[in-house]
């Protein structure tokens, strides 16, 4: 079992920044990858960005440029720095971890993101 314990999220202003952290506990395979979702009331969750242990990253084409996706594998912690927010990043941010070995994967509780004047 990994668990996984979000934080960072909250209200900011368009174009502000925030920056989301999830440090993953337990049974921890050192081949994963981590990485965030978001969903918005009514909509589908979605990949927002990844990294693999072997510091692969990719991103949803919607946040290249503003966002970067980061990890700390000493502390099995993986970042979301998110810069120039838009209103449209507004959603419920989930931290994600696959097992690679198992292809077990594991789901944070959310953080609530509002990008709002």
């Known amino acids: 079992q990994v668990q996984l314990v979000e934080s960072g999220g909250g209200l900011v202003q368009p174009g502000g920044s925030l920056r989301l952290s999830c440090a993953a506990s337990g049974s921890i395979f050192r081949l994963n990858t981590m990485g965030w979702y978001r969903q918005a009331p009514g909509k589908q969750r979605e990949l927002v960005a990844s990294i693999a242990s072997t510091g692969t990253t990719n991103y949803a084409d919607s946040v290249k440029g503003r966002f970067t996706i980061s990890r700390d594998n000493s502390k099995n912690t993986v970042f979301l720095q998110m810069n120039s927010l838009k209103p449209d990043d507004t959603a419920v941010y989930y931290c994600?971890?696959?097992?690679?070995?198992?292809?077990?994967?594991?789901w944070g509780q959310g953080t609530q993101v509002t990008v709002s004047s």
């Open positions: 994600k971890f696959v097992d690679l070995l198992t292809s077990q994967a594991y």
